[in-house]
């Protein structure tokens, strides 16, 4: 899964034409410096080959927004300058709309790098000056005992009890982040010889080439409800996604060891008998997504799918199930499929078996039902 977006890095020399100064980094000349932003979105080579042909839920584009990634709107650069030594001495920043914006570097060694800024959601932050920058998200509740923290807070209130009080789950909600790009380009060189350059329209221009990656990334539920017989009709307080990661490295793309709870909405699809939910996350915690050998040695941990459905009696539901193998099986994002069976799974109050029968999609090598108390 990955944006294709280059970023095309014009730098328009001002440099005297056969002048070399040994070492490079003694020319402090200014170099013009143009940044052009083309961030096409390809949802076919998002997330795993065939998300397609498993995401049947009818998705509302216009009420529930796009299926998969915003194109961004605005951007931030990073550059760090590089002294004779080779250690980082100053730490510029520019932020900037639109596709493109001029900025001065100077001749000799930098690393860039490149981020859409233009979420509300989403925190910036550095340890100091040189520092990698990390991205995470605000913590919203000191923790999860229900798939939604409102939801859980009113009900508490009045002395309720939900069937989400789990003793298991306790780290804190996280809002949920959005779409998060960035490229980052380390220890690149910028000449002072001429040669190194094209000369287009009475400049010396230097291009470079990279793809922008989400460090974001999508997961679809899809929960097909079997036996409904239209008494499952929602999901009052939606639900949440557990275990995944707090934030983030720019830099590095290794994701935050510590782990939040993502709270999303929950749709009905009643022609289908489906609930539909769409979360975005920073993903598995301890590792780099892009880096197979890096996710193999990511830390072990349980991820849930903490849900509350709601039934045509006004009673509510909540229950969480068990996606570990299926979120660890798309560090990058994807679909999981789940069925219930609502004749396993009735209101809270009402007789019947306690518990439910959950049929996960490739749950496991010989599949069939899987049985989880609620």
């Given at each position: 899964?990955?944006?294709?977006?280059?970023?095309?890095?014009?730098?328009?020399?001002?440099?005297?034409?056969?002048?070399?100064?040994?070492?490079?980094?003694?020319?402090?000349?200014?170099?013009?410096?143009?940044?052009?932003?083309?961030?096409?979105?390809?949802?076919?080579?998002?997330?795993?080959?065939?998300?397609?042909?498993?995401?049947?839920?009818?998705?509302?584009?216009?009420?529930?927004?796009p299926v998969g990634y915003n194109m961004p709107g605005s951007m931030r650069a990073h550059v760090y300058s590089h002294n004779a030594f080779g250690d980082k001495s100053a730490h510029n920043v520019y932020n900037f709309l639109g596709e493109s914006t001029t900025l001065d570097v100077f001749v000799g060694i930098h690393d860039f790098l490149f981020h859409n800024n233009d979420s509300e959601a989403i925190l910036f932050r550095s340890d100091g000056e040189m520092s990698d920058i990390n991205a995470y998200t605000r913590i919203i509740s000191s923790g999860l005992r229900a798939s939604s923290q409102v939801f859980t807070m009113?009900?508490?209130?009045?002395?309720?009890?939900?069937?989400?009080?789990?003793?298991?789950?306790k780290e804190p909600v996280a809002l949920q982040p959005?779409?998060?790009?960035?490229?980052?380009?380390?220890?690149?060189?910028?000449?002072?010889?001429?040669?190194?350059?094209?000369?287009?329209?009475?400049?010396?221009?230097?291009?470079?080439?990279?793809?922008?990656n989400p460090v974001t990334f999508i997961y679809l539920f899809q929960v097909r409800l079997l036996n409904n017989a239209g008494r499952v009709v929602g999901s009052s307080a939606g639900a949440a996604l557990t275990g995944v990661a707090a934030g983030a490295n720019l830099m590095t793309r290794m994701s935050e060891s510590s782990t939040v709870s993502i709270p999303m909405d929950v749709h009905m699809d009643r022609d289908q008998d489906m609930l539909g939910a769409k979360v975005y996350c920073f993903g598995i915690p301890g590792c780099n997504a892009y880096d197979s050998e890096s996710v193999a040695a990511a830390p072990d941990g349980k991820h849930y799918f903490v849900l509350n459905i709601s039934y045509i009696n006004g009673t509510y539901r909540n229950i969480r199930i068990d996606v570990t193998d299926e979120v660890r099986a798309l560090p990058l994002g994807g679909v999981i499929p789940l069925e219930i069976d609502v004749d396993d799974f009735p209101p809270e109050g009402s007789s019947g078996s306690g518990g439910f029968n959950a049929l996960v999609n490739d749950w496991n090598d010989e599949g069939g039902y899987t049985t989880i108390i609620s």
């Open positions: 899964m990955k944006l294709k977006g280059l970023i095309l890095l014009c730098l328009t020399a001002i440099l005297l034409g056969g002048c070399r100064i040994e070492p490079p980094l003694n020319l402090r000349q200014s170099v013009k410096t143009r940044l052009v932003l083309d961030a096409r979105v390809d949802v076919q080579v998002m997330w795993q080959v065939n998300w397609q042909s498993q995401w049947n839920f009818n998705w509302n584009t216009a009420a529930y927004g009113a009900h508490k209130a009045l002395g309720l009890q939900t069937r989400a009080d789990d003793d298991e789950i959005d779409d998060l790009f960035s490229v980052y380009v380390p220890d690149y060189y910028i000449s002072d010889d001429l040669n190194d350059y094209v000369y287009e329209n009475g400049r010396y221009v230097l291009k470079l080439e990279h793809e922008l």
